[in-house]
């Protein structure tokens, strides 16, 4: 019946608007008549209604493309932000377009521009090629796309993930293109995330003077793995940043900030949006040179007078993995003489370490600790890889086996480890953290650690 009445009313539309033809590839699984007819485009109107892009994928495919639909809200809030005064005559590009998002809201007000879009999963670049025959859309990998014009505005809401096996990693889909992009990213670094590699060449394929404008994910501010996009970043253009934090994606827990970058400017811009209604000023730099970026005052400034970086007087190490220690000959699943049980982060308390319960499942010989790594033999600090910034810190001063967490060495024999612990653990220290870094990553990671400012009366050796 269905079909037979679509069909009927097809014979209306151009050939490549036949819902019979979606139906047929699947595009739409599961939704009810109603709304696939409006997945149909009338002659310029927009289309009424459009799923997201999640419930037209199943969920495996939609994860392995990170495929996430931008809440119109936030559209609206990024094109505000985009201090585009003339809307005409501009080269508009959505990568990773999926349903248009972006250039569908920016054609209801100013259709006077050149819309391109490029997504790489068929069934969705079938479903927006069909609603939006007015736009250049484009089947094909972003990453791997050779246009021969520059853009005015690069705009939207890439994938986020790491690229990798399905076993661990979301963005699996991808991963026979992984050296490819290697190859061609010069920002790629350790475990990259694919968002980094749509940001440089976004800002690539920009015009001198022309915008970038992003929802990312807040982790590029901070880890290692984006110190060469940040240095990249730095030396294409001015970076004006507007943290959200969580809560902006429903159900999902990144923290997301808006990056906007003007090519062929200089400097660094940061705000704090409260709500959308309710930004910020953190602060203003005409020059950034790449370095992390964290949300500095004058009371980040004021406490960190005095003090000396943790990681100049510390050697700070992660632990064994997992797979070391589960692999390892002397490791059982089964308490016995001698064995203790491979801590965790929950055996980890603020100035004390829980020494009994086994949650990792597997023991050690305790004084074979050393084997796994030659500082578990002596007595040194474990700090957390805690939730939003919080420090917590224990002195292990039973020499136990660990399998999670962060490991202080001491590089002088001077320092007073109880006190170094005691301060890691105390309230100035965690407001410290959680107002310099709020929520941009989700666990205090080695470089947070090793820039956390420590009083220098203890590194040599004395109180304050
Ligand atoms: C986070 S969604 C954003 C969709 C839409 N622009 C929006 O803002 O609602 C990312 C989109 O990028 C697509 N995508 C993933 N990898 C891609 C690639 N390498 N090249 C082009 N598109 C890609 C996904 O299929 C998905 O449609």
Redesign the pocket.
């Known amino acids: 019946m269905l079909n037979l009445g679509l069909k009927k009313r097809a014979k209306h539309m151009r050939g490549k608007y036949i819902l019979a033809e979606a139906k047929r590839k699947s595009l739409v699984r599961g939704l009810e008549a109603k709304t696939l007819n409006n997945f149909r485009s009338r002659e310029n109107e927009p289309p009424q209604y459009k799923a997201p ?1 999640e419930q037209i994928l199943d969920k495996e495919t939609w994860k392995s ?6 809440p119109p809200e936030i ?1 609206s809030f990024m094109l505000k932000l985009s201090g585009v005064k003339t809307w005409e005559s501009l080269r508009i590009l ?9 250039l569908e809201k920016i054609y209801q007000n100013h259709p006077n521009n050149y819309f391109y879009g ?4 068929r069934d ?1 670049y079938d479903i927006a090629h069909s609603l939006f025959p007015q736009f250049h859309l484009i089947l ?4 791997l796309w050779k246009p021969e014009i520059e853009f005015d505005l690069v705009i ?5 993930g790491i690229i990798g096996d399905q076993s661990h990693y979301p963005i699996h889909i ?1 991963k026979k293109k992984k050296e490819a992009y290697k190859a061609i990213f010069s920002t790629w670094y350790g475990k990259y995330n ?1 968002y980094g590699a749509f940001i440089e060449k976004g800002i690539n394929l920009l015009k001198n003077g022309g915008k970038l404008i992003f929802i990312l994910p807040t982790t590029f501010m901070v880890l290692d793995e984006f110190k060469l996009l940040r240095k990249f970043l730095a030396l294409s253009g001015k970076a004006i940043i507007y943290y959200l934090g969580p809560k902006i994606f429903q159900g999902r827990t990144v923290a997301t900030v808006i990056l906007i970058c003007e090519k062929g400017s200089k400097g660094i811009e940061l705000f704090e949006v409260k709500n959308l209604k309710e930004i910020i000023k953190c602060y203003e730099r005409s020059d950034y040179e790449g370095g992390i970026i964290k949300f500095e005052s004058n009371d980040s400034r004021t406490f960190e007078k005095g003090k000396i970086a943790l990681g100049e007087v510390f050697d700070i190490h992660f632990a064994a993995r997992s797979p070391e220690i589960k692999n390892h000959p002397k490791t059982s699943t089964r308490a016995g003489p001698g064995l203790v049980p491979a801590l965790t982060g929950r055996n980890l308390h603020k100035g004390w370490i829980d020494y009994e319960k086994c949650f990792s499942g597997l023991y050690f010989p305790v004084s074979d600790a050393k084997l796994l790594r030659d500082f578990y033999g002596i007595s040194h600090i474990v700090v957390g890889h805690t939730k939003a910034g919080k420090v917590v810190s224990a002195i292990d001063q039973k020499c136990y086996p660990w399998r999670e967490e962060l490991h202080l060495v001491p590089k002088s024999r001077e320092l007073d480890l109880e006190k170094v612990a005691e301060y890691l653990n105390s309230e100035p220290v965690q407001e410290y953290m959680k107002n310099l870094y709020k929520e941009i990553t989700p666990h205090l990671t080695m470089t947070q650690l090793k820039l956390l400012p420590i009083p220098f009366s203890f590194a040599k050796g004395g109180l304050l």
């Open positions: 892009i493309y990170g495929a996430v639909s931008t559209v959505e990568p990773g377009a999926g349903l248009c998002e972006f490029v997504e790489a999963n969705i094909e990998d972003f990453l939207g809401n890439p994938p986020y991808l694919i």
